[in-house]
């Protein structure tokens, strides 16, 4: 079946970029020395290590219990000898907590005992043991957003994908279609729900064509970013709005990912936990762009020679070009959140010093929030940043980064908005 969406508000419309990787199929990432799985790459507490430096651990067994509430656990994503468990560089410039696993000759798994017509509780336990967090980029523990304060009607599947360069989830939908489905229908049932929509963007049609065959309800979506963010997915797919200050439950909607349903999938029927996922490696600075399956804490500089190596990359982005972390090396790994690592020519990045601020009101007029990007960074330069929440808006923004792209001015806004909200936070 298929509906027809809505479109929202504003938003841009980036190049796609995606044509060097779309339609690639996922190929496995050659054997990897030394995995480097840092302990925090969720939502949430970071998780608290449970092996100790010469201990040998199989593929799947459990590295580090989630610290509270809102925490997911971390498993081996590779057999072999804990190195240590230290501090390590993160790609970004800053350093973190991780475990790091010297790889065995021999690779056993130690996974979950698979379940056969589990309940809905059975399912959010194994959903909680195997570390499952959503893959579209927040890494928000599932096994908690699966357990609304509210109740909910319908569960929405995200393949969207509107971040520019990245093909990773479209890889997925190509070849694990019904592990998706099956994905989904675990979470609808842990849910109560039996509403199932699954929304993709019109630029992937193999995809949408794909599941029209199956039992889930199809949104085509226009091609339009920030399509991808939740607020922006749940108005389109069922013309309900979340309120500010409130949780996509409040719309009586949950959504997650296509490839957190995958995972799902893995963690029911084989009892895998979530140690590996699928990273776009792409960009006009390395040789052969692919969609890579990756054991996660595999390095970049693995991933880089698997495509071939670096050619003239002047700027090294982990994630998409509109919400991505700018690296600055090959230090960084991949996590259970890593939709893809970018290597972008100079020609495909603007690296031209800002200037000042000309009042041309372009960042308000595409910001898919009715915010005001220009006001936050005013007063966050400016170090005022209850004005910042005030006038700018600040609070309500999803950081979508839609107000960088379009500023002819090339002012830093994205970053000035996620110091208002750090400082913002630090002052509550
Ligand atoms: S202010 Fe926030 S929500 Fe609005 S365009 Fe900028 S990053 Fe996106
Ligand atoms: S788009 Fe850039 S130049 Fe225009 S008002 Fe916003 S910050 Fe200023």
Do not use: W
């Not at 479109?7 to 054997?31: C, I, N, Y």
């Amino acid at each position: 079946m298929i509906i027809k969406p809505r479109a929202f508000f504003r938003g841009v419309h980036p190049d796609g970029h995606k044509s060097p990787t779309a339609g690639l199929p996922a190929e496995r990432l050659p054997r990897i020395a030394e995995a480097v799985i840092p302990l925090s790459q969720h939502a949430g507490a970071p998780a608290q290590p449970v092996v100790q430096a010469g201990q040998f651990v199989k593929r799947g067994e459990l590295i580090a219990a989630g610290g509270g509430a809102v925490s997911a656990n971390i498993h081996a994503s590779i057999a072999g000898t804990v190195k240590a468990v230290e501090e390590r560089p993160d790609g970004r410039g800053g350093s973190m907590q991780a475990v790091v696993i010297t790889a065995a000759d021999a690779q056993e798994d130690a996974f979950f005992a698979p379940l056969t017509d589990p309940s809905g509780e059975e399912i959010l336990e194994r959903i909680k043991a195997c570390g499952i967090v959503g893959m579209g980029g927040a890494g928000f523990p599932t096994h908690v957003k699966l357990a609304p304060p509210v109740p909910v009607d319908t569960l929405i599947l995200n393949g969207a994908e509107c971040e520019p360069y990245l093909t990773c989830d479209d890889a997925l939908m190509h070849e694990k279609r019904d592990e998706i489905v099956r994905g989904a229908a675990y979470m609808a049932k842990a849910l109560g729900v039996e509403r199932i929509l699954i929304a993709i963007e019109k630029n992937k049609p193999a995809a949408i064509a794909a599941f029209e065959q199956t039992e889930l309800t199809v949104v085509p979506l226009k091609k339009q970013y920030p399509m991808g963010a939740e607020k922006q997915l749940i108005y389109c797919c069922t013309g309900r709005k979340v309120p500010l200050g409130k949780l996509p439950a409040h719309t009586g909607v949950i959504v997650q990912n296509a490839a957190t349903a995958f995972a799902v999938c893995e963690a029911v029927e084989l009892g895998k936990p979530l140690i590996e996922r699928i990273v776009t490696v792409t960009g006009g600075g390395i040789a052969s762009p692919k969609n890579l399956v990756c054991p996660v804490g595999a390095p970049l500089s693995a991933l880089a020679e698997a495509c071939g190596g670096e050619t003239d990359a002047a700027k090294l982005v982990a994630g998409g070009p509109m919400t991505g972390a700018a690296l600055t090396g090959t230090d960084a790994v991949v996590t259970k959140t890593t939709g893809g690592f970018l290597f972008l020519t100079a020609k495909e990045t603007n690296s031209d010093a800002p200037t000042p601020c000309i009042n041309c009101g372009k960042c308000a007029q595409v910001c898919p929030m009715h915010l005001m990007p220009m006001q936050t960074e005013f007063y966050t330069d400016a170090k005022e940043y209850e004005n910042a929440a005030k006038y700018g808006g600040v609070l309500a923004c999803i950081e979508c980064g839609a107000c960088t792209y379009i500023c002819p001015a090339r002012r830093p806004l994205a970053q000035a908005i996620k110091t208002a909200k750090a400082q913002l936070r630090r002052n509550a």
